[in-house]
């Protein structure tokens, strides 16, 4: 019992998430042979990984924002309006893509400065502030909006529908943003304030960092990623669609990868690693419950179960031993000094 | 605690009282009171659209519809003024809400059982959701997302998505029938009845040592561990009250509405946004129960007043998000400058005295005050 | 560091999937596939912005009066006399596998006509002539569904392909790509802008519902009453054109209708009952699909107002509170027991024989002397069943549908 205690506390909490991916793959091999499938086969790995590439933008973003110790609730309808913004104007026109495309991630990046303004100047608990955004982007689609719009031309949908042998180009696209996000995060001092800010803001301002920046960068992050995945969706539908974010439920799906990934849902602990391993479990799990022909409803239940046992490893952990960025926080404390409260790890 | 001791405290208190309306005028400065004044207003604006929603009778309809809604704010807000979130708020009521279509169908002796089991799964669910939360340390958003996604997914997996059917009509009442035959009211349903119960539980909850705990274990749970305070405990039963009160609700909607799996649907988030809006801050340690009630009245009453300016459906949700966002910023502001002493005149100094022993922790914001 | 060791280890997990995957260069199917999408401009013409389409309302309106071919008893084989499509090269020996690339289960209707098709298909397992049926739900999710059909596609091993849409653009160029394998593909309930599959099997449509009701109301109501449009949402073309077809009729007519969404939550529905029954009379209540009809009634009962003309569906709930009421009501028909069709056209097509290119099923509503015999022949069912789910001479009837039993 004790060694094996020692083993755990020396992985940091992204190895253990490799961990449990790996474990999950290994039962997904098991399970998927069983049948007489191969969990390897280029079809399966291709689902595998397209599964990774919507939710994948969008965790990264995520996985900034909770780092600052915000949260983003609005990413749905941000992908939704994405997808009609890039599909409108197109409009089959291959001589639009690059306006599109600059026009989407534009008003995307104007969301986010939106959510992180509100965030970071008036106070507004993360939560809230997004999921007001998103409530109102959602009934602007909603009241405009009434069914598909606009069209992708072929060479756009090529980028959703195109492979590098089972690899899928979109999967290269977001795992090359997630490498900008972790320059962005260990070699910039933006994201080294990130870090700060999202431990203890109280901390962070008085050690003079100006703690509004890492706040809106994240969050305008947050949304040019979830805009890029809405790109994604307008190649693959080869249509926008104002419901496109909304039926991923990617909201609540990312904020559970990007814990699953072992970061701290009160911020300054995390990784980008950590989140693509949450990532990845998600997708095989989803696959390995496709190819298994688990009932639509049972899925929703081992995915709830999987959430909740597998923070519960790393969680437990980590009140065991875990070096910490900024010491001396009691074991389920949330810093009474804060101006935007987030509950207790 | 010694009884001199009490008496002392009561005597400063007595003396740092202002007189009744200054203190609620005071009160309505707040973000909690300030729901208040909001639901006048909106409550006016529906009046002078549509005169006949000012009708006693109408009106008393109006609270009764909205008392499922009230009774899940209420039941939010313990969760999040001990700093937690409950997600599964909405999974428990569509549950509740099938298990009374299937279990009680036309069978009048099964309800009191029927009604009892409920409850219990009620508590059940709640002490799971609080027990992960507290001796697990697992995030309460991640725990409660879970519990969302696994109930709504048993429930629906076990009646193949829809229920049997209404329950018997004797338990449907409890939702939809009243005292009929009042003056000037013309009924009271049984739902205000329940609502009325239950707020002021809830507000006599929260003066007792439990509340003030709570409030403490929100603010500073360190703190609060160090004062004695068993915070796991105190939070779990935070979640039980939380998921008890969806319990509720979902017994007033079977009555309301019927079985539908749809029933409950958005539940979490309406709570949520209802208890902020009543000047509840996310993160635990501030707000008062009954401004997350009125809170839930607030949202309510907005979206019945849209329906009346004819504004279309569509454009609700970004009404609501509007309404929110500005709701939420100007309490934040309001709350630091309180913290920062800015509005120092709040407090009146006048009235304190140099011997005075500092408010013990949490209760300076607490429910008593309301 | 440790940053670094993290790297190392997130790459190390990372690469045997990378490995295994790169020596295996096969081009998935998905590169070519887009032989229609770029030229068809109905495609998505300027936004859906509105529905109405007046060559597919007057075609559906001349349908609800058509003739069908085939045994009345067996409406789930009916069709519309057209274009037939030649299946002989699809002509097999032996048991089929089946693909089955489904939007969703997520409401009472899907569920019914799920059910269904499982009994369905354990009859033609026991014929031999399907020897299994993989499922993907897509959990109403449009780009889960490409992935469906492309992993379909791939890895599937398929015999044929049963489609049904999640939504209609969306869905086309994934549908083309399972054409171009060369297998016979069934589209039923929503369709999609290609005619590439072997048959498209849907009831007559959106209109002809829309059609239905709304000259029931206005028959039944004078100009100038008011009629309370309940819709589920927004966006979803064969819900869109119920409405459409309606929305002309009552202004016609001089019906004043006002609609709202309600999620078929029928808390949402009694609410915007009762605010409607307080600001002034309603007469009426359409409703774009039965679920929460009960809650509408219910509204006027609580609120003490003469209960309205009303159309529903033929859900049972609504179909028990009519004649427990005896309001004046019809129960238009989005036929539940097209989830049969697919797997019996499959038949057809592994023997060869013509099936109609675009198969029209009979969308017969319930009228009210036709109540009593619908709700006998579903006696027992929950009320979420369908009445006419078709699935009576089905094994496991009535058991399976009345526990709901879904695999």
């Not at chain 3, 006998?376 to 078709?390: D, I, L, S, V, W």
Request: with cysteine; proline share 5%.
């Amino acid at each position: 019992m004790t060694r094996r205690a020692g083993f755990f506390q020396r992985l940091s909490s992204t190895q253990i998430v490799y961990l449990v991916a790996l474990a999950t793959l290994i039962l997904g091999v098991v399970l998927v042979n069983s049948i007489g499938r191969s969990f390897f086969s280029p079809g399966n790995i291709s689902s595998i990984l397209t599964g990774t590439s919507v939710l994948g933008f969008i965790a990264i973003g995520q996985t900034l924002v909770i780092l600052a110790g915000s949260l983003d609730l609005s990413v749905p309808y941000v992908t939704s309006l994405a997808s009609l913004i890039a599909a409108g104007v197109m409009a089959n026109n291959p001589n639009n893509i690059l306006s599109a495309v600059l026009l989407t991630l534009g008003t995307a990046a104007v969301i986010g400065l939106a959510n992180g303004l509100i965030v970071a100047r008036l106070n507004v608990h993360g939560f809230i502030a997004t999921l007001g955004v998103g409530l109102i982007i959602s009934g602007y689609l909603a009241t405009n909006f009434k069914g598909s719009f606009g069209q992708t031309p072929l060479e756009f949908r090529l980028v959703g529908a195109t492979g590098i042998g089972p690899v899928p180009i979109s999967t290269i696209i977001m795992l090359a943003c997630a490498g900008l996000a972790m320059l962005l995060l260990h070699r910039t001092r933006v994201g080294h304030h990130l870090y700060a800010v999202g431990g203890d803001i109280a901390v962070a301002r008085t050690s003079g960092i100006r703690v509004d920046v890492p706040v809106i960068t994240a969050h305008v992050i947050c949304s040019v990623l979830a805009g890029m995945a809405g790109l994604l969706l307008a190649s693959r539908l080869g249509v926008g669609s104002p419901t496109v974010g909304s039926q991923g439920g990617y909201d609540l799906l990312s904020i559970a990868a990007v814990v699953l990934g072992g970061t701290l849902l009160s911020g300054g602990k995390g990784t980008i690693t950590g989140t693509l391993g949450g990532v990845l479990i998600f997708a095989m799990l989803d696959n390995i419950m496709s190819v298994m022909q688990v009932n639509p409803f049972l899925k929703d239940v081992v995915r709830g179960v999987v959430i909740v046992a597998a923070v519960a490893v790393y969680a437990r952990r980590r009140i065991v031993s875990r070096p910490e960025r900024f010491p001396a926080k009691g074991s389920t404390e949330t810093p009474a000094a804060r101006p935007v409260p987030v509950e207790g790890p | 605690m010694s009884t001199a001791l009490n008496s002392d405290r009561s005597a400063i208190l007595k003396q740092n009282r202002a007189s009744r309306s200054e203190r609620l005028l005071r009160a309505m400065r707040t973000p909690g009171g300030a729901v208040f004044i909001l639901l006048i207003g909106l409550l006016a604006a529906i009046i002078v659209l549509n005169p006949s929603f000012g009708e006693p009778s109408s009106f008393i309809r109006f609270v009764g519809r909205t008392a499922p809604i009230a009774i899940a704010a209420i039941g939010q807000y313990f969760v999040i003024v001990g700093g937690e979130f409950d997600l599964s708020m909405g999974s428990v009521v569509t549950m509740q809400v099938i298990v009374a279509g299937n279990l009680i169908g036309q069978d009048d002796s099964k309800v009191i059982p029927v009604l009892v089991l409920m409850l219990v799964l009620g508590a059940f669910i709640g002490l799971v959701n609080g027990l992960i939360t507290t001796l697990l340390q697992v995030p309460s958003f991640i725990v409660t997302l879970g519990m969302m996604l696994a109930l709504l997914g048993l429930v629906l997996y076990w009646t193949g998505g829809a229920a049997q059917g209404n329950p018997a009509d004797s338990f449907r009442q409890i939702g939809r029938g009243g005292i009929r035959d009042v003056p000037v009211l013309d009924i009271i349903p049984y739902p205000v009845l329940i609502l009325t119960a239950l707020a002021v539980a809830a507000f006599i909850l929260m003066r007792r040592p439990f509340g003030r705990m709570l409030i403490a274990v929100g603010d500073n749970p360190a703190a609060a561990a160090l004062a004695g305070s068993r915070v796991w405990w105190v939070r779990t039963r935070a979640f039980m009250i939380s998921s008890l009160s969806a319990t509720v609700a979902g017994i007033l909607l079977v009555g309301y509405a019927g079985v539908h799996p749809s029933v409950g649907r958005g539940y979490e988030f309406t709570a949520i946004t209802a208890v902020v809006l009543g000047g509840v801050v996310l993160g635990g340690g501030r707000g008062w129960v009954l401004s997350a009630a009125a809170g839930a009245f607030a949202l309510e009453s907005l979206f019945t007043l849209l329906n009346f300016m004819g504004v279309p459906a569509t454009w609700r949700d970004t009404v609501q998000g509007a309404i929110i966002i500005i709701a939420v910023a100007a309490a934040s502001q309001s709350w630091q400058r309180k913290r920062k002493g800015a509005s120092s005149a709040a407090h009146d100094e006048q009235h304190q005295l140099a011997a005075a022993p500092p408010p013990a922790e949490g209760t300076e914001q607490g429910g008593e005050r309301v | 560091m440790r940053n670094n060791s993290v790297r190392a280890i997130a790459l190390a997990a990372a690469l045997p999937l990378v490995a295994l995957t790169a020596c295996t260069t096969t081009d998935p199917s998905v590169t070519e596939t887009t032989g229609a999408g770029t030229g068809s401009p109905a495609a998505s013409s300027p936004a859906s912005q509105d529905w109405f389409d007046q060559a597919l309302y007057d075609t559906q309106n001349q349908q609800r009066s058509a003739t069908f071919e085939g045994d009345p008893e067996q409406p789930y084989l009916q069709y519309i006399a057209g274009a037939m499509t030649d299946t002989s090269k699809f002509a097999a020996q032996g048991p089929q596998k089946v693909c089955f690339a489904n939007a969703s289960i997520s409401n009472p209707w899907r569920q019914t006509g799920w059910i269904t098709m499982n009994q369905q298909l354990k009859a033609l397992q026991g014929s031999g002539v399907i020897s299994e049926m993989e499922t993907r739900d897509a959990k109403d999710n449009d780009n889960t569904q490409i992935a469906d059909i492309d992993y379909f596609i791939a890895e599937g091993n398929c015999g044929a392909f049963v489609i049904s849409p999640n939504s209609t653009a969306a869905l086309t160029q994934a549908v083309e790509r399972a054409c171009q394998t060369g297998k016979p593909v069934v589209v039923f309930d929503r369709g999609v802008e290609t005619k590439c599959a072997t048959t498209f099997i849907h009831p007559i449509g959106g209109f002809a519902w829309g059609i239905d009701t709304a000259t029931f109301l206005s028959e039944k109501l004078q100009s100038g009453d008011k009629v309370v449009a309940l819709r589920i949402l927004p966006g979803v073309d064969v819900l869109e054109h119920r409405w459409a077809a309606a929305k002309k009729i009552f202004e016609e007519k001089g019906i004043q209708a006002t609609d709202y969404f309600t999620g078929a939550d029928p808390t949402e529905i009694k609410k915007i009952i009762s605010d409607e029954l307080a600001t002034g009379d309603v007469k009426g209540v359409w409703m774009d699909a039965g679920d929460g009809a009960v809650a509408a009634l219910e509204a006027f009962e609580d609120a003490g107002k003469p209960l309205p003309v009303m159309t529903g569906e033929d859900e049972m709930s609504f179909l028990a509170k009519w004649k427990q009421t005896g309001i004046d009501a019809m129960a238009p028909v989005y036929s539940n027991f097209q989830w049969r069709t697919p797997l019996l056209a499959l038949e057809k097509i592994f023997k060869g024989e013509q099936i109609p290119a675009e198969w029209v099923l009979p969308q017969e509503p319930i009228l009210v002397d036709e109540l009593d015999e619908w709700l006998q022949r579903n006696e027992g069912m929950p009320g979420g069943h369908y009445a006419k789910f078709g699935g009576e001479d089905l094994d496991g009837y009535p058991e399976v549908w009345q526990q709901r039993q879904i695999p």
